[in-house]
């Protein structure tokens, strides 16, 4: 299983990125995905997920302006995130949770400029 992530970079304030995360070696619709983040100094934290079965869940602080979307056929996650803030800087990570474990992507770095 591999977990390619993509499509960071830097952005001002009010911004939008589209992180993408390509995935071989597993289906997508038999596992879930996630989008997690780890900013300078803290903890990972879950950004927002999208189960087997299609229904996703978000972070408080990042609902209303991000959105988490798969294509099973081209086996790719996306993570469409709108108006950025600076606190949204972080490197952000795929995530697999299914059949015979878990995996982490390399990360992609997002930095948000005020």
């Known amino acids: 299983v591999q977990l390619q992530a993509s499509g960071g970079g830097l952005v001002e304030a009010g911004g939008s990125l589209r992180l993408s995360c390509a995935a071989s070696g597993i289906t997508l619709s038999i596992n879930n995905m996630a989008w997690y983040r780890q900013a300078p100094g803290k903890r990972r934290e879950l950004v927002a997920g999208i189960s087997r079965a299609g229904s996703t869940n978000y972070a408080d602080s990042v609902k209303d302006r991000f959105v988490i979307s798969r294509d099973t056929a081209k086996k790719m996650v996306y993570l469409q995130m709108n108006n950025l803030k600076p606190e949204d800087t972080a490197v952000y990570y795929c995530?697999?949770?299914?059949?015979?474990?878990?995996?982490w992507g390399q990360g992609t770095l997002v930095t948000v400029s005020s």
């Open positions: 995530y697999r949770e299914g059949l015979g474990g878990t995996n």
